[in-house]
């Protein structure tokens, strides 16, 4: 089997070395990460094991075809990587491993062959070829976008659990994708504007906060016509304090760390994204359009 993904960072990156086990792989990445990996090959440390992994990497994608392509990268990446490699896609399965909200809509317009993922897992960068897994927050669920399942999307499942990273098929991915989307927008922003792990926004006053961003979140979901498993805002967020935010507790959000790194976040395609389709359904989402700009204040004082 082979396995190209595209936009190779943290995320990509581990998953291209936890699959080169068990298939082809090639990941794109920046060629200051393919020349390290080159040299002392990747090095992955925490709790999906320790080790070092081998595997071929660079700045540009070989020749295909290829049964499935993996696109990792930051979402405002999206449409410039279909443009860039849509002669690759072919008959090949296309998947979005990506944070936000709208990616797998971009990915529909250059093939019909997408599959939706969603990933709850920390990774942070130790150094260009090094990159530490700090939380497992559950299974990675995969689907036919925007419904449905098929045998392809169970061998991409199978796969990511043959090889360590536990995977589970949903007939539901687009509801994953947004639940994944209202954890994002509830603690990825605001831990990386206070600095604080996870945990620490359970405090009072960061829960308030939090209160609001999911009862608007949670309202544009309803609009969009999204069903996600929990019924309300406020079922939903009994779920995050008792269910997602323990396992995470230590966890500093992808936010916090792009900022530390000096590289702009996605808060356009998360709580922005909320905004945006707020204002297509006529929706006030005013703590989302605050945490927007509270995030992209803190980007220009890094």
């Known amino acids: 089997m082979r396995i190209l993904i595209l936009g190779a960072g943290a995320v990509g990156l581990t998953v291209a070395a936890k699959l080169s086990a068990h298939a082809e792989v090639y990941a794109v990445c920046r060629k200051r990460y393919a020349d390290a990996i080159a040299a002392n090959g990747f090095v992955m440390t925490g709790i999906w094991g320790e080790g070092t992994y081998h595997f071929p990497c660079g700045e540009s994608a070989p020749a295909g075809p290829w049964d499935y392509i993996i696109i990792s990268t930051k979402s405002a990446a999206t449409r410039e990587v279909c443009e860039r490699y849509r002669h690759l896609f072919g008959d090949a399965e296309v998947v979005s491993l990506q944070n936000g909200i709208g990616n797998e809509e971009v990915i529909r317009e250059y093939t019909r062959h997408v599959i939706g993922a969603m990933i709850i897992t920390g990774f942070e960068w130790r150094a260009e070829n090094a990159v530490h897994v700090s939380v497992d927050g559950g299974e990675t669920v995969f689907g036919r976008f925007p419904d449905g399942s098929d ?85 939903y967020l009994e779920f995050l304090r008792n269910e997602k935010i323990p396992p995470t507790a230590g966890h500093y959000s992808s936010m916090y760390q792009d900022i530390a790194g000096g590289r702009m976040t996605e808060v356009d395609y998360i709580n922005g994204a909320i905004v945006r389709l707020g204002a297509k359904h006529g929706i006030a989402t005013p703590v989302n359009r605050t945490i927007v700009n509270l995030t992209h204040f803190k980007e220009e004082l890094r």
């Open 151 to 235: 045998a392809a999307v169970r061998t991409l499942a199978d796969l990511f659990s043959s090889s360590g990273m536990r995977s589970c098929v949903s007939s539901a991915v687009r509801s994953a994708v947004w639940s994944k989307a209202l954890y994002s927008c509830s603690l990825n922003p605001l831990g990386a504007v206070m600095e604080c792990p996870y945990g620490d926004l359970l405090r009072v006053p960061a829960w308030n906060i939090i209160t609001e961003i999911v009862r608007e979140a949670f309202a544009v979901s309803k609009a969009e016509g999204v069903e996600l498993p929990q019924k309300s805002a406020e079922e």
